[in-house]
């Protein structure tokens, strides 16, 4: 199982980090999806890690925002959210890719969800 962490409040423009770790197994050769859920809305994908090419993608709402990047040597994969809005406010999670859609956040795709971290950009 996977676990999402960093979470917290922060005002709108600030900055966050979010971490995912998993235990009792390494994360070197596992595909890592970031996603989010928002009070009353779906989970959506911010930013996956494509199969082919190891590079991320991200949704249109965080491009150029949200940096997605790992540390093999510490089993972690991060999230770095740069100037936070509003609407990003969320629980954010961490999962493993399973199977291998064209689109790299197609969420059937990915398993071993653990408890996210909440995210709230206020003030």
């Known amino acids: 199982q996977l676990q999402a962490s960093g979470g917290g409040l922060v005002q709108p423009g600030g900055s966050l980090r979010l971490s995912c770790t998993a235990s009792g197994f390494t994360l070197d050769y596992v595909a890592i999806g970031w996603f989010r859920q928002a009070p009353g809305k779906e989970r959506e994908g911010v930013s996956c890690e494509s199969s082919s090419d190891n590079n991320a993608y991200y949704s249109d709402s965080v491009k150029g925002r949200f940096t997605f990047s790992r540390d093999n040597a510490k089993n972690t994969v991060y999230l770095q959210m740069n100037s936070l809005k509003p609407e990003d406010t969320a629980v954010y999670y961490c999962?493993?890719?399973?199977?291998?859609?064209?689109?790299?956040?197609?969420?059937?795709?990915?398993?071993?969800w653990g408890p996210g971290t909440q995210v709230s950009v206020s003030g």
């Open positions: 999962a493993m890719r399973y199977y291998y859609s064209d689109y790299p956040c197609q969420l059937p795709d990915y398993g071993s």
